[in-house]
């Protein structure tokens, strides 16, 4: 999330001495001392590493001189904004290019597409290869969600998890009990609705394509997916009453402009004092605290995505990973950056840094959860093992695919007729992708 605010770099550098010294750090091997090859080092090698523009990069970027000083290997890294670092990417890879050696991407939004255009090298034998790296500390839903086609398409670097954000005083207030299925969060949206006095019951994403991670956890606790068995469900029973309880919700309990909002604007609303509830990524806190313009900051609350039908089952995903390009002249170089930059320790510094890490290990350490308000690291801890491993249909073209499921949403939160009779002409539109995507 590029507009969020990180530790000055003064702090920052302070909690990396500290931190190496607590948690034990010792220098990363080099792949060739890792794995008995002895024929030559890593030395002198230079690497390029893009980035999007995103708190990880903040608390990882001062550390990357000790990882030069260790291993000999030069960095050069290459910052970009999270849209240009697609279309940079795209271009280089399209054009064969050697560069870069190592970059970050998305995997639930970008991973289908680039694997299958051969720009991701797969890593499962570098990961596997260094018992000493331990793959098996990673969450399940981190690695299912970076992998297509059964290989292991990017490492996870930070992971999010869907969860209800709610205002500490309004429902107190209100004698209210925080909600703990989707029914009681329908109930307390409506009971603490109060538009004349400029506070709504719930807000959340309304823009087509971002309400669709959102929309996604209510879709799946209600026992439904974006594609079942290869097709297209976005139409079933499940998907339909899914996407009524959060389309009503923000028609019925959010603000006149919630069509408009994404994260950004969602979240400063709810910050703001101006919403009851709030659902969204607990990856974005920091906005949600952040506001200089609401003082009740210790009103806010944070706990599990409320449960449907089939229980509270949020998405549960690798945000941001990882990856080696195929055409790298340096890929033992490469993996050696990344190996270090999602080990134990390394994820340790930056989770400090209120970055949510994929590493079951450092949630278990008390230190790794210093970074989160208590309560908010309560929550973490309690879904960090659970939920589904994707927040939006897993297709190549993932951006036409959410066009379909946002636009069912919107029509409800616009109170559009004939809602079935459009659900089912997305849903044949998502098939037609489908198909043309397995010819």
Request: proline share 6%.
């Amino acid at each position: 999330m590029n507009k969020l605010q990180l530790i000055p770099s003064g702090l920052a550098g302070l909690l990396v001495v500290a931190a190496l010294a607590g948690c034990g750090y010792s220098p990363a091997k080099r792949p060739s001392e890792a794995t008995g090859n002895t024929a030559g080092g890593l030395e002198g090698r230079t690497i390029t590493l893009v980035t999007g523009s995103h708190p990880w990069v903040d608390a990882i970027k001062p550390l990357i001189p000790q990882f030069e000083k260790e291993t000999g290997i030069n960095v050069r890294v290459q910052g970009y904004f999270e849209d240009q670092l697609t279309q940079k990417l795209t271009v280089q890879f399209t054009a064969q290019s050697e560069s870069p050696d190592v970059f970050m991407y998305r995997p639930l939004q970008e991973g289908k597409l680039f694997y299958q255009s051969g720009w991701l090298e797969p890593l499962d034998a570098y990961a596997i290869r260094d018992k000493e790296y331990d793959l098996a500390d990673f969450s399940p839903q981190s690695i299912r969600s970076s992998t297509v086609d059964g290989k292991l398409a990017g490492i996870p670097i930070v992971t999010e998890q869907q969860i209800l954000y709610y205002r500490k005083d309004l429902l107190e207030e209100a004698g209210i009990a925080v909600p703990a299925t989707i029914n009681e969060l329908v109930a307390a949206a409506a009971k603490l609705n109060h538009p004349e006095k400029g506070v709504y019951g719930f807000v959340a994403r309304g823009q087509r394509s971002p309400l669709v991670t959102q929309v996604s956890s209510f879709l799946y606790s209600e026992g439904g997916d974006f594609i079942e068995d290869g097709k297209a469900a976005i139409n079933t029973l499940a998907a339909m009453k899914a996407f009524e309880t959060y389309g009503s919700l923000l028609r019925d309990y959010g603000p006149p402009n919630v069509i408009n909002m994404s994260w950004p604007q969602a979240s400063g609303f709810f910050a703001e004092g101006k919403a009851a509830l709030y659902t969204d990524a607990n990856s974005i806190y920091r906005a949600v605290l952040g506001s200089k313009h609401y003082e009740g900051e210790g009103d806010i609350g944070f706990a599990p995505f409320p449960a449907g039908s089939k229980g509270s089952l949020p998405y549960n995903i690798t945000s941001w990973g990882l990856a080696i390009n195929p055409k790298s002249a340096d890929k033992e170089a490469a993996w050696a950056f990344i190996k270090w930059a999602s080990s134990k320790q390394m994820t340790l510094l930056t989770q400090q840094a209120g970055n949510p890490g994929p590493r079951t290990s450092v949630w278990n350490d008390p230190q790794g959860t210093t970074g989160f308000p208590v309560e908010l690291a309560s929550v973490f801890k309690q879904t960090i093992n659970g939920g589904i491993d994707h927040d939006r249909p897993q297709t190549v073209d993932v951006a036409a695919a959410r066009e379909q499921v946002g636009k069912i949403v919107q029509m409800i939160i616009a109170g559009e007729p004939n809602i079935r009779k459009s659900a089912n002409q997305a849903n044949a539109a998502l098939q037609d992708i489908l198909d043309k995507e397995a010819e």
